[in-house]
């Protein structure tokens, strides 16, 4: 294994997101709608049907007020104070489909908007906004059954503690008593923790849509906190995976398998993760290959043949990432796994960089390929 | 049914709410620890041992910020800055136990403390800070066997949509296949939401703790949104129950009973709201009286005998509130009740006011008299 290659190619990834589809400056069309994360009654942010992103913030007696979306990196967008004593501001140009986190400067200090619900990334709770997407009916809230997705409490020895997870069960999964299901573990990214998958990543909703539609097993996705927080963003490669591998392992599957009707064996059990969690799920999967019989790693590096030599063979590997990312190296992946007799897919989600309309994307083209 | 009494007296328990412990102002004990709900990594908002709250944000270029705590009603706690760009206060006296929302204006704007988790209450997500209570271990989170919260979304014809609630199920719920449990149907208060009885009431572990010393039947709780944030605060008398009723009775509870082990009786259904959701609980079960066995109101209105007369009779009324609302009438119309031939029983929270620590203990008195 080699966990320095992927560490840099990881924090290369990080260092590149935020590449927004920001190629033209010319007057937003004038059909904003409030983002569909804001919160009850809010009218800001808004979005129009073009992807450009409006803000609206009272701060009456604020100097400065700036947005961090909006520019790539090149600061965000700067707003500008109106008589009434609200700062408005749109970016200057359209914003990539899917999900952003984002956050407001407001005299130097940062803060939430007050319009946007948050989400847990970059170890905070940041303001959220949503850029609808062409294909966003998979991850829609529709008129079809619905899985649940539960909160367990599972005991923790080696962290002397008791440890959260969120566990999505499949729709019937209370009416069939009888019937046991395969387990998907699915690990956030750096920054993150075990809520970011269902709030930000619509988890739940895909595999119901997919599971109405016919187009994939139902399984259960288990979701719990990575401990990837304790490292410090830029020193990714000093982490070690030992203490998280012992509580996923010897903890977490344990409990699960006797605590779910699951199918307690490699051939149905998965482990992908997004980014850092994906690293997480390289370093558990090739310590553990007995394990797991299904590998996926989203934004989040890479396995070579010679990773996956001489020991127990996936049924499946999975890489994936956004064209804003470093698809060449994803889809050289799996040509070079195939080419060495493994089963290796690539997937590569179009004008997305590392985001999670990305995972997204990914989590809908990886269930269908689970467990068959 | 007297309607315009009860919204009466709500909104009378509402507007007296923020009623802090502040009855001295000598310097704090330098004891301050970071509060239990900071975000992950943060030092503040702190705690001391006294309960005084210190607070410290940065925003090196405003000229202003304040804190909406520590002044019950007299306009928080005025932050001032420090060479170091950030802003810090500490409340004048110690607050009361418990948690507590607040949240930061910053030049004239109304934003989120970035150190502290955020709690929807008051129609948006506010910060929230823990104050320790003498009490605090009935709520605690400990080495027991716990029930897991699941997220359920259920249809709603009448809405038009898939709904959510939270539905608490105890230890040993996955476990024992055969066995079926009694429901409480649990509502939160006017501008929280559907999250508030976990979040901010840690309503499973009070029962996790409570079940783990056998002092109460393990039970299941149901908690969906009350749809109270439509009507604006001051206007509560305007509300109209029928929309809520029609999802909880007619829709909720018969998908509740399909797809969960309940005993699906009125002897085994009981319904219990805080403050607005009380004034529901009234309502509903007035209206619905053969569906639900036990009522309860925290700090929300009070039941008369006429309100009763010739109805199906409840096994159980339970009335409570924080001493610093109105305790009297709690216990009169305990005591009325009583007087009238029903069991009725009355529960006071010493030094607390119309907050989510008199729920808590409200909900700790309440489990063990239910469905006996």
């Known amino acids: 294994m080699n966990r320095k290659n992927t560490a840099a190619v990881l924090v290369a990834a990080l260092l590149s997101a935020n590449s927004f589809a920001q190629t033209t400056s010319s007057a937003p069309a004038e059909d904003f709608k409030p983002s569909a994360l804001n919160q009850p ?3 800001y942010p808004q979005v129009n049907s073009q992807g450009y992103a409006r803000f609206r913030i009272n701060a009456p007696k604020a100097d400065s007020v700036k947005v961090s979306l909006g520019l790539g990196g090149r600061g965000g967008t700067r707003l500008t104070k109106g008589a009434d004593g609200f700062w408005t501001g749109t970016t200057e140009g359209p914003m990539d489909e899917g ?9 130097g ?9 948050n989400y847990y990334g970059s170890v905070r709770w940041e303001s959220g ?5 062409h294909d966003q009916a998979f991850y829609e809230l529709k008129a079809v059954p619905h899985g649940n997705v539960q909160q367990i409490l599972f005991p923790s020895k080696s962290t002397n503690t008791s440890r959260r997870a969120f566990v ?6 209370e009416k069939d008593k009888s019937k046991k299901y395969p387990v998907l573990y699915l690990q956030h990214g750096w920054g993150e923790d075990e809520t970011a998958w269902s709030n930000q990543g619509h988890a739940n909703l895909i595999m119901d849509n997919l599971i109405a539609e016919n187009k994939t097993k139902p399984f259960i996705i288990v979701m719990t906190y990575g401990m990837t927080n304790e490292v410090k963003f ?11 591998q012992t509580v996923l392992t010897d903890e977490l599957i344990p409990y699960v398998d006797a605590n779910f009707r699951t199918l307690a064996n490699r051939d149905n059990r998965a482990m992908a993760g997004l980014s850092m969690g994906g690293m997480e799920t390289k370093m558990i999967t090739l310590n553990k290959p007995e394990l797991f019989g299904y590998y996926g790693l989203l934004s989040g590096g890479l396995y070579n043949p010679e990773d996956l030599n001489g020991k127990a063979k996936p049924k499946l590997v999975f890489v994936s990432c956004g064209s804003r990312e470093r698809p060449d190296g994803v889809k050289k992946a799996a040509t070079d796994l195939t080419a060495a007799g493994y089963k290796a897919v690539s997937y590569v989600s179009e004008n997305t960089g590392h ?7 990914s989590l809908h083209e990886l269930a269908p390929m689970l467990f068959n």
């Open 41 to 43: 009654g809010q009218e």
């Open 99 to 107: 999900f952003h986190y984002y956050n407001v400067t407001i005299d």
């Open 109 to 117: 200090g940062k803060f939430n908007d007050p319009g946007a619900q």
């Open 129 to 133: 906004i949503e850029i609808p997407a």
């Open 168 to 173: 999505y069960t499949p729709p019937g999964y």
């Open 234 to 244: 830029g020193k990714i490669r000093e982490f070690k995976i030992d203490p998280f």
């Open 355 to 361: 985001e999670f309309q990305t995972w997204r994307r």
